[in-house]
């Protein structure tokens, strides 16, 4: 079954750039997309298609996929982006979800 | 706007049968591309894609859990159901149901999920 991994945790400073992974077989040929969850909440998706964002989402989410990696960047991190981030994908008919990154910003 | 919202046990025990409704407004499941799906979350785990159903009544599940799932749907009462059966302890999570508009690939609208728990 496809699989996809990121790293548990990531820790960036305020006002820095912070960048979560996500890696799977051949995942630049397929599209990628983000979800943000904060404690309690459902999650929001961030990113879809690589690189587009759902109106409403800040312009410091950014989104790129090539090769075996998709990235999620936060430009300009703030205290409130701190959450669980999670990629997913399509592989054929399946829907796909990597592992999660716990993001801290301190 | 699009709103959804899950509802059944909140409590099954383990070889029961879980029943799990989704209400939703804002979209038509028979629009093109529209799809309603389910997933779950185990306590402070990541998100689980269980089944999908589509505006053409094209179904999806996962490959794993394939056999436990059906997923129907109610396009005159805006409901999706899922059905999941022999349920067991780890089976424990809160389940959402959410939309997708199938071109753009990612779950746009979330409902606010229910926690199911399977003990005796």
């Known amino acids: 079954s496809y699989e996809l991994t990121q790293p548990p945790s990531v820790s960036v400073s305020p006002g820095q750039t912070a960048s979560i992974t996500c890696s799977g077989d051949k995942l630049g040929d397929k599209y990628a997309c983000w979800y943000q969850q904060k404690p309690g909440q459902s999650p929001v998706l961030v990113i879809y298609?690589?690189?587009k964002r759902p109106s409403g989402i800040p312009e410091r989410f950014s989104g790129s996929n090539s090769g075996n990696t998709a990235t999620l960047t936060i430009s300009g991190t703030q205290a409130v982006d701190e959450a669980d981030y999670y990629c997913?994908?399509?592989?054929?008919?399946?829907?796909?979800f990597g592992g999660g990154t716990n993001l801290t910003v301190l | 706007q699009i709103t959804l919202k899950e509802s059944g046990p909140t409590l099954v025990k383990p070889t029961q049968t879980l029943t799990l409704t989704c209400t939703f407004s804002?979209?038509?499941?028979?629009?093109?591309?529209?799809?309603v799906g389910w997933l779950r979350q185990p306590p402070g785990k990541a998100p689980e894609w269980l089944a999908i159903i589509y505006w053409n009544a094209d179904q999806g599940y996962s490959p794993s859990l394939k056999s436990r799932l059906t997923i129907t749907s109610d396009t005159s009462k805006n409901q999706v159901v899922l059905i999941m059966n022999n349920m067991d302890p780890v089976d424990t999570a809160t389940y959402y149901c959410?939309?997708?508009?199938?071109?753009?690939?990612?779950?746009?609208?979330w409902g606010q999920g229910t926690l199911v728990t399977v003990s005796s």
């Open positions: 997913q994908a399509w592989d054929a008919t399946t829907v796909v």
């Open positions: 298609q690589d690189i």
């Open positions: 804002g979209f038509s499941l028979s629009s093109r591309g529209v799809g």
């Open positions: 959410a939309h997708i508009n199938h071109g753009d690939y990612g779950f746009d609208y």
